[in-house]
């Protein structure tokens, strides 16, 4: 606000000494000439000054309704209210930026130029007391409180827990143009010269409106460079200029000369010359540079030149829904793979692919043979030692780890389908293959050398999809139907090998019998199980032998044979000792051959995703030479 204050006193004057110094030249009882009058008046005025504008120090930063901040601050004078808590700052008021259009959000502890008028608080200009630093707070903090006291303190509320200063300190576009021209970016020191106008932000952006008179005294050119940077230089930037030479990085100059000549080597017609230019042009520079029509009527891009239009990269792709309309008096064409597919395709017995279908598919199909042949391994790893006509060592976690085992095994398969989906090539460049190549190639995946002989053509592949696909159609049905009927007597005899409550006994008997009963009927065959016969005639001796004992009411227990315990075998002996069989594995045949379905499952979909895949990239770019058709290629 504004206020009143003494005079300044001089170097090493006290304050009485200066209001006797102010009071000199007395005019008692002398006549007092215009002279005297003057330098009288000229004392008494300078023992006041009037400020009009008066130091701020940002004590909080204010959100509106809906905690949005425009910029509001809750501050304190660093002279009038010196030492004022900090809610009596806040019931002064918020203080308003000066310009709604322009508004730098200031920090806790910086100092900004207060005043005051038509009851308002009004604040601009954060005072800087190091111009070499674009950030000041650590500089400035505390200035109007000498208190010490902590109700007294700046406020440093949630943004201390997000806001960092990362400024280099380098203001504007950073000094890469002086003394050695082949310097590109990166320069250390700031390029702010005489004339200079810069919007400099906290955050290694800035605009600066510059000219390129320090190169070229005098000279009418006038530059806009607006920009965005890490501390490490990666950043993106917008240059315009009048009358310079933009200094390009050098990868752009590379890039320019390397379109000075044609894939064959001979010598471009109108070259990109990315040196030398000095007429107005504009440069963007990023990492990625997008631009989007948004309008659904009217939404256009439009590239006109007088002279060359020159588009280069790694990839160019351009794809419309309707129509691509090229018109012009010559039409040069020199792309060497296009050629060489055309003049392949002519010769005959080839098949068009993506390139690297051939080449990185081998290891590809080597990697899916060793996921498959790893599940496999896994598998018969787990499996334990019984020997027909032996009896292993019960082992009631067997199935409980070999569940978890092939679990992990299973992890390799989703790899194999990422190989057979053949999404690792890109379908932007294209080769030509022979079927033995790619016989070659592929015949680790089980099956697809027999699909590949049969090919001759790409036509052949086209319509060879069918086929597969009605075959892969029927084989999927059977063995889903096999592993459905399988699946009872699997499950049952692992709930009885791991399943420490599950009883074993004459129900259980029962019961297994009946499943296997009903698991032939559905169309099963115990004779392709490993000894699954073996567990049905054993299971109907154990029932007989149960349903001919003695039941002795004094054991508990019944008896064999003749009814003596001493020369007999009991009933619970003989189901017990089946039960251990069970645990130890004997009669694993089951899940055995749903593990063996779902491998040859799994062989089958790949053998049949493959097909399709290789079929589709193989119409795809039938399409594509159909499209090509109406340029001249000899």
């Not at 005294?217 to 890490?230: F, H, L, V």
């Not at 699954?532 to 003695?550: A, F, P, Y």
């Not at 189901?575 to 062989?603: A, P, R």
């Amino acid at each position: 606000m504004a206020y009143f204050d003494e005079a300044g006193i001089k170097t090493q004057e006290t304050k009485e000494q200066n209001n006797i110094r102010l009071e000199d030249n007395s005019t008692s009882n002398d006549i007092v000439d215009e002279s005297l009058l003057r330098q009288k008046l000229k004392n008494l005025v300078q023992k006041e000054f009037f400020h009009q504008l008066e130091p701020v120090e940002v004590l909080e930063i204010v959100s509106d309704q809906n905690k949005n901040k425009f910029g509001k601050i809750i501050g304190r004078y660093v002279y009038s209210e010196h030492n004022q808590p900090l809610n009596d700052c806040r019931e002064s008021g918020a203080f308003i930026p000066l310009q709604s259009n322009i508004i730098q959000m200031p920090l806790p502890g910086e100092v900004v130029i207060g005043f005051e008028f038509d009851g308002n608080r009004y604040y601009f200009s954060a005072i800087n007391p190091t111009p070499a630093d674009v950030n000041n707070l650590d500089e400035l903090k505390g200035l109007s409180n000498t208190t010490g006291q902590e109700e007294y303190k700046t406020k440093f509320f949630e943004q201390s827990s997000y806001y960092a200063d990362n400024s280099d300190n380098v203001k504007g576009r950073k000094d890469n143009r002086e003394e050695n021209t082949t310097k590109r970016r990166g320069g250390k020191n700031s390029s702010f010269d005489l004339g200079d106008t810069l919007i400099q932000g906290r955050h290694n952006n800035f605009v600066h409106l510059s000219s390129d008179q320090r190169k070229n005294p005098k000279s009418d050119s006038g530059n806009i460079t607006i920009g965005a940077y890490r501390k490490n230089d990666k950043g993106s930037s917008i240059e315009i200029t009048t009358r310079e030479e933009i200094l390009y990085p050098q990868k752009v100059i590379q890039l320019g000369e390397d379109m000075k000549f044609d894939t064959f080597g001979n010598t471009t017609k109108e070259p990109f010359i990315a040196e030398g230019f000095t007429e107005p042009s504009i440069f963007l520079n990023s990492d990625r540079i997008v631009l989007f029509a948004a309008g659904e009527e009217q939404g256009d891009i439009a590239i006109f030149a007088n002279n060359n239009v020159h588009i280069k990269g790694k990839s160019v792709q351009i794809r419309n829904a309707e129509v691509v309309d090229v018109n012009s008096k010559q039409f040069v064409q020199n792309v060497e793979n296009v050629y060489r597919i055309t003049q392949d395709v002519k010769a005959g017995n080839v098949i068009i692919l993506p390139e690297g279908v051939v080449e990185e598919g081998a290891d590809k199909a080597q990697e899916y043979r060793k996921n498959i042949n790893k599940l496999i391994n896994k598998i018969n790893s787990l499996i334990p030692a019984a020997i027909p006509g032996t009896r292993a060592t019960p082992n009631p976690l067997w199935f409980k780890n070999i569940r978890d085992g092939i679990k992990e095994a299973r992890e390799a398969l989703e790899q194999n389908k990422l190989i057979t989906s053949l999404k690792w090539l890109d379908f932007k460049k294209w080769k030509t293959y022979t079927i033995e190549e790619l016989k070659e190639a592929w015949s680790p995946v089980p099956g697809m050398a027999e699909i590949i002989s049969q090919l001759s053509n790409l036509q052949s592949l086209i319509e060879d999809v069918e086929r597969v696909q009605e075959e892969y159609n029927v084989i999927k049905s059977d063995i889903e139907n096999t592993r459905a009927i399988l699946s009872a007597p699997k499950d049952y005899i692992a709930e009885i090998a791991y399943g420490s409550a599950v009883t074993f006994g004459g129900k259980e008997i029962v019961s297994l019998t009946d499943i296997l009963n009903k698991y032939e009927d559905d169309g099963g065959k115990l004779s392709e199980v490993e000894n699954g016969e073996e567990l049905k005639e054993r299971l109907q001796s154990v029932n007989q032998e149960i349903e001919q004992g003695v039941f002795d009411e004094a054991t508990e227990e019944r008896i064999f044979g003749d009814g003596d315990p001493n020369s007999s075998t009991t009933a619970n002996s003989l189901v017990g000792k089946l039960k251990s069989d069970i645990q130890s594995g004997l009669y694993n045949g089951f899940m055995m051959q749903d593990l063996d379905l779902e491998i040859k499952l799994e062989t089958e979909t790949a053998k049949k995703d493959l097909t399709v895949m290789l079929s589709e990239a193989s119409k795809q770019n039938q399409e594509i030479q159909e499209e090509l058709k109406w340029t001249k290629i000899n």
